[in-house]
């Protein structure tokens, strides 16, 4: 079975940086392509940054392009989603996911989340 727990979320203000971690185990971290989503309330899960198992391929939806860099650390098991210059509409549960095969913006796709770590920009 394999198991995401994310880490980082927390309060900060807008124009600020955050670094949030998801760390993967139970299985090979590598054979699994990656993905990053959130959900602000009210809205529907939004797909948010995606990464190839070996790392060399990204994604990323068109409002994040830019300010949010995706990576991965085979050797921790660890992907990261490094944020830049916050928004108060960035707000939201942000959600580690891995997926069977290549990476994708559709949430469905994904195999395995983890809980979720918020995310709260302040103006």
């Known amino acids: 079975q394999v198991q995401l727990v994310e880490s980082g979320g927390g309060l900060v203000q807008a124009g600020d940086s955050r670094r949030l971690s998801c760390v993967v185990s139970?299985?090979?971290?590598?054979?699994?392509?990656m993905g990053w989503f959130r959900q602000a309330p009210g809205k529907e899960r939004e797909f948010v940054s995606g990464i190839s198992w070996t790392g060399r391929k990204t994604d990323y939806a068109d409002s994040m392009k830019g300010r949010f860099t995706i990576s991965r650390d085979n050797t921790k098991n660890t992907v990261y989603l490094q944020m830049t210059a916050l928004k108060p509409e960035d707000t939201a549960v942000y959600y580690c996911a891995a997926k069977l095969g290549y990476y994708g913006d559709y949430a469905a796709g994904y195999n395995y989340w983890g809980q979720g770590t918020q995310v709260t920009v302040s103006s």
């Open positions: 139970g299985d090979t971290f590598s054979s699994y392509g």
